[in-house]
Structure formats: C-alpha cells, structure tokens
C-alpha cells in the first residue's frame, strides 16, 4: 500500500488536503477480508514477541468525529491479539473526580506496561478538542487560568501533551496515533444507516445530531491539533475513513510495520537454564521408554 497516512513534525494541516477516501486496495470484499487477516496474523505474532519480551509497551490512540469506524478498526484489526496482552480503554466525558485532577491524569492511569499494547478509544486528546469545542467543559474544571478564549490554554495543553509522549517514549512506550478522517456526507449516509437498522439504533442518538452541527468547529480543532502534536516519536496518521475496509487495512499495516521496526525477540535462556531444559526433556524421553 503505496498511501502515506502520517503528518510530519512541523507540517500545517489542512484536512481538505487530506483524502476521507483513496483508491481501494482490494479487488473484493473477500478479498479485503484475506489482506486483512494476513496483518491480523502478522500482528498476533508480533505481539506474542512483544509479550514474551517485555522490553517496551505500545499505546496506540484512536480520535475521530462520530460514526467514524473507530469501534470497528479496533475489533477488527485487534482481532487475533491474545487478549492477555491487550487492554483497550474508552474515554467518556470526564467525572467530577477525574476534574478535579490535571487533564492528563485519568489517561496516564491507564497505560501500557511493558509487554502490553494499549488501546485508547478516545483519550486525553479530547482535553484539545472537545473541550476546545464546548468552553463549558473546560470551565467545568475550575482552573485559575482557563480561559477557553486564551490561545496560551491549548498551547501549553500541547506542550504537555508533547512532554508526556516524549517521556512516553524516553521510557520504552511507543505511541501510534490514528485519526480516522470521515466526511460530513459518509457520516449523514451512516447516521441513517444506524436509524435504518434495528440492530444498530442503541448506537446513535440526538446527542450525535446536535454535535454535527459543530462540524467545523471540531474539523478546526483536530487541524490544530495534529498540526501542534505530530512529533517524530508520535506521528499522527490521517487515515481515510469513508471505506472502513481501507481504513482498518491502513491501521493494520502501519501497526504491523511499527512492531516489525521494533525487532522484537523471544528472550533467549541463559546457559544454566539452558542446561536444565535439557535435562528435563531427558528425563521426559525416557519416562516415555520406560512405559
């Protein structure tokens, strides 16, 4: 797959630059499904590496306007994983404990340890965006200088969300960041769709309407936001989302690459032990020839 969805350090993001849909990677639907178990197989075993290891974590966040596929690029790309290695974490609208705490606090609680890939459905990012989006949240927080119409707010909430995935990686935890790019037109056919369909009614409701209606404030937001927060060890991808099959085969591929670049391991026994495993299979062979 030739399409580059990653926003390099410093680049200005404009998101009419950026496809919500590209030329499909696939000639079928059967043949989406094959491609995409060949990475669900290749990540499963990256994972195993990653678990048995125990060297570094892998946090891997996913942000995007509602009905843009994030529940299904996870349950689809995360497929094969061991669950014993993963945790996948959603973030609501944050507690009258969690405001009375910095923004970074309720996240941070929920990271990776070494060995895991974590999974953030949402995450501190919202602290950019939807609080940016609707100022009453971020006075809900009751701090001194919170004025939501201070440019200096959002721009020390990126320097602490850049120092934070900084440390992050300094302490062996990879951050991939993944924004699903939908199109305000492929979110009203699938609002419909969840209208239409009995088995998907509990999915939508008025609250969804009345936020597509902040369409461009969000879409301003995320443009500053990717812009501000896109480093060199926590790139952002802009992923085309108007196809979820797309989708979940860029989300995939550019998972399964990053693991491969850790050149993970099994960890290698030492001699002693070694010598041991040895002399247990002996004495295993020959209980079998005793028998």
């Given amino acids: 797959m030739s399409f580059d969805p990653r926003v390099r350090p410093g680049d200005r993001v404009r998101l ?31 994972q195993n590496r990653l678990y048995a290891s125990g060297s570094c974590a892998v946090l891997i966040i996913f942000q995007a306007m ?9 349950s689809h790309v995360m497929s094969g994983v061991n669950p014993q290695g993963c945790q996948v974490t959603s973030f609501k ?11 970074l606090w309720r996240t941070t609680r929920c990271l990776p340890e070494r060995g895991q890939i974590g999974i953030f459905n949402r995450s501190y990012y919202e602290e950019v965006l939807i609080a940016r989006v609707h100022p009453e949240i971020l006075g809900a927080e009751g701090l001194p200088d919170s004025n939501p119409g201070a440019r200096h707010v959002w721009r020390h909430r990126y320097r602490s969300i850049n120092d934070l995935e900084r440390h992050l990686h300094r302490n062996a935890t990879h951050v991939l960041k993944f924004f699903l790019h939908l199109s305000k037109e492929e979110q009203r056919l699938r609002f419909i769709d969840r209208i239409d369909d009995p088995a998907k009614n509990w999915k939508f409701s008025e609250a969804d309407i009345t936020e597509r209606g902040y369409w461009g404030e969000y879409r301003r937001a995320y443009e500053a936001c990717l812009s501000a927060t896109s480093s060199a060890n926590a790139a952002w991808h802009v992923v085309p989302a108007d196809d979820k099959r797309t989708a979940r085969l860029i989300v995939a591929q550019t998972i399964v690459d990053h693991l491969e670049s850790l050149d993970l391991s099994y960890p290698a026994p030492d001699p002693a032990h070694l010598k041991e495993l040895r002399a247990i299979r002996a004495r295993l062979v020959a209980e079998a020839k005793g028998g």
């Avoid at 509602?66 to 996870?74: P, S, T, V």
């Fill in 16 to 46: 009419r630059d950026w496809p919500t849909r590209i030329d499909a990677p696939y000639r079928s639907k059967t043949h989406a499904d094959e491609l995409l178990q060949a990475q669900v197989a290749k990540l499963s075993a990256l």
């Fill in 66 to 74: 509602d009905a843009a596929g994030k529940d299904g690029a996870i």
């Fill in 93 to 103: 609208h944050p507690s009258a404990d969690e405001q009375l705490h910095d923004f």
